[in-house]
């Protein structure tokens, strides 16, 4: 009996032990944490994952390669050596900080936060402005959820990142090693420095590079997404890309780096002459009845005073152009209304319409020039084609000459998680929807898949030995 005992104990002794490899191997993250100064901590980069490179192309919409394909250089050779989906539907609202965000975390705006380009935080009573970085440094706009830069640096993976949202806002009180956050960067000439630069660090000891261009989406705004001025944007990011890819291989790194390119979001034209019809939120609300109104174009949000809400709301329901909810209201599918910054009233436009913001009033934010009549192209809408955009990859870690079914923006991060050999954090995508497009499971993937079997191994035992009757059929 006393030898059976010991058996028995052997084998809990063993169960337990695979049991807590598994809990944190496969289910936690490094509770380690990297200050501001440790960039020059020698254990990262370790060389025993692959690195990766980002690259964000703003405003890219997912049909504009396909009408230049036989112009283009860089993005064929995509195709021929990677994978491209067919295209990423993005997320509500498809705007540049909500999309950049959810990338970065693989979640909802609802969940991150971050739910527009410009937000007001009634408790703080503190104004977010795309444009205004000191509103947009402040830290508490940023505290919800981890960033993938963040999990990378508690692992040890040392990152770099050029232009890429409020990388520079610490998470947990935790910076990427190298950040410039968002800053305009305009012309084809950024991207080609900032591919340079890409380069440059990927032959350093960085492990996860993300840089960030908004040529595309500058010129899809300005001169509309069918236009001449955009087919040159696209030979120019192209051009750039080209260089791009000939340096990585000159530098012997093109086998060694996955690389994916992706867009946030797509573009709508609504230029003069495009049968967009511009309305005037001046003709629905009388701006002494508001606090705030946030954007404008294709959806905004609107602060009434307290006793103003349902004059505001009956002022604006029913109309031809666009969908006015209260905050309650907002369907569950835009993944959305959970959120305390959502304002109480969202009106979106329906296709083919634009809504012009309050032309006179400092509570309209942004205000637009009184010279401004049209914008060339714009973006936000939910459910629209137009609003897609792109993602390619090349790669060790990705299968070659891939056509893959659409994904969704949520889908992505966790492929960067999977690619760095990082456990991801908590998020919305879906592993089915994108697995097909890797050649193979990560490090961290297989030892969870061993350690599993074994501990499967071991609970079988452990019933054999403390209970050998139940055995038996």
Not at 7 to 26: M, Q
Not at 272 to 298: C, F, P, Q
Not at 302 to 329: C, H, M, N, S, W
Request: charged share 20%; proline share 5%.
């Amino acid at each position: 009996m006393k030898e059976a005992s010991q058996k028995t104990c052997d084998v809990f002794k063993l169960c337990l032990a695979v049991g807590i490899t598994v809990t944190f191997l496969c289910d936690f993250p490094s509770t380690q944490a990297a200050s501001d100064g440790d960039s020059g901590n020698e254990e990262k980069g370790s060389g025993t994952h692959q690195k990766l490179l980002i690259i964000m192309l703003d405003g890219f919409r997912w049909d504009y390669y396909k009408s230049q394909k036989d112009e283009l250089i860089a993005f064929p050779v995509f195709l021929q050596d990677g994978v491209q989906a067919e295209w990423v539907e993005p997320i509500f609202p498809s705007l540049s900080y909500p999309c950049w965000t959810t990338i970065s975390t693989g979640v909802y705006p609802e969940v991150h936060g971050i739910i527009g380009n410009y937000m007001f935080d009634l408790k703080k009573e503190a104004m977010f402005d795309i444009f205004n970085h000191s509103t947009t440094r402040m830290e508490h706009w940023w505290q919800n959820s981890e960033p993938l830069w963040t999990t990378a640096t508690r692992h040890k993976r040392k990152t770099f990142l050029r232009y890429w949202s409020r990388c520079d806002v610490a998470f947990d009180q935790i910076k990427p090693d190298t950040c410039s956050g968002f800053t305009e960067a305009r012309g084809a000439a950024a991207i080609k420095e900032t591919l340079s630069v890409a380069v440059e660090n990927l032959q350093k000891d960085y492990d996860l590079v993300m840089v960030y261009s908004e040529h595309i989406d500058n010129v899809g705004h300005k001169f509309g997404p069918e236009s001449p001025e955009l087919k040159q944007a696209m030979r120019d990011v192209d051009s750039a890309l080209s260089d791009f890819l000939d340096n990585m291989l000159d530098t012997g790194l093109d086998e060694k780096v996955n690389i994916v390119i992706l867009g946030d979001h797509g573009m709508k034209g609504v230029g003069e002459g495009s049968n967009v019809t511009y309305l005037s939120l001046d003709d629905y609300i009388n701006a002494s009845d508001v606090y705030k109104v946030l954007d404008r174009g294709a959806v905004f949000a609107i602060t009434p005073y307290a006793k103003r809400l349902e004059q505001v709301y009956e002022g604006l329901k029913g109309k031809e152009g666009f969908d006015v909810y209260r905050r309650e209201e907002i369907p569950e599918h835009f993944h959305y209304k959970n959120n305390r910054l959502v304002q109480d009233i969202l009106v979106v436009a329906q296709p083919n319409y634009f809504i012009r913001g309050l032309a006179q009033s400092s509570k309209q934010v942004p205000r637009d020039p009184a010279t401004v009549q049209y914008w060339g192209g714009t973006h936000g809408y939910p459910n629209m084609t137009e609003m897609r955009t792109i993602f390619f990859a090349k790669g060790p870690g990705f299968k070659k000459g891939l056509v893959h079914p659409p994904i969704q923006l949520v889908d992505v991060y966790q492929i960067f998680a999977h690619l760095l050999d990082i456990p991801a954090r908590p998020h919305n995508g879906s592993w089915t929807r994108v697995s097909g497009m890797l050649t193979s499971r990560s490090a961290r993937e297989a030892v969870c898949d061993l350690c599993i079997i074994i501990f499967t191994m071991c609970l079988t035992l452990f019933n054999f030995v403390h209970y050998p009757g139940t055995m038996h059929t």
